[in-house]
């Protein structure tokens, strides 16, 4: 049973920065593709960032572009969101999630491409 345990988290102000973790367990030695969405209220998840299994990549959103960076240990299993200059649009739920059965050729930036979700975290930025 794969688990993915999210840390990090909380209220910051716009301009600051926050660090996310995510440690996943229940699979061990296995390299899943690991991405990064957030949840406003009403709104559809969105994509946030991803990396692939051997880390060799790095995708972005836009609108993240240049100030958050996604990076994987996976000596600790832990995939992590480097979150710097926070606006307050990024205030959102952010979520983890790993892909172990997703398509050979992924997108990275469809949740329907993730098997596995962390419990989410909130992330408030002041203005």
């Known amino acids: 049973q794969v688990q993915l345990v999210q840390s990090g988290g909380g209220l910051v102000q716009a301009g600051g920065s926050l660090r996310l973790s995510c440690a996943a367990s229940g699979r061990p030695g296995s390299r899943p593709a690991m991405g990064w969405f957030r949840r406003t209220p009403g709104q559809e998840r969105e994509f946030v960032a991803a990396i692939t299994w051997s880390g060799g990549n790095t995708y972005l959103a836009d609108y993240v572009e240049g100030r958050f960076a996604i990076s994987r240990d996976d000596a600790k299993s832990t995939v992590y969101l480097q979150m710097n200059s926070l606006k307050p649009e990024d205030t959102a739920v952010y979520y983890c999630?790993?892909?172990?059965?997703?398509?050979?050729?992924?997108?990275?930036?469809?949740?329907?491409?993730?098997?596995?979700w962390g419990q989410g975290t909130q992330v408030t930025v002041s203005s």
């Open positions: 999630a790993a892909s172990y059965f997703g398509p050979s050729t992924m997108t990275y930036r469809m949740p329907n491409e993730y098997d596995y």
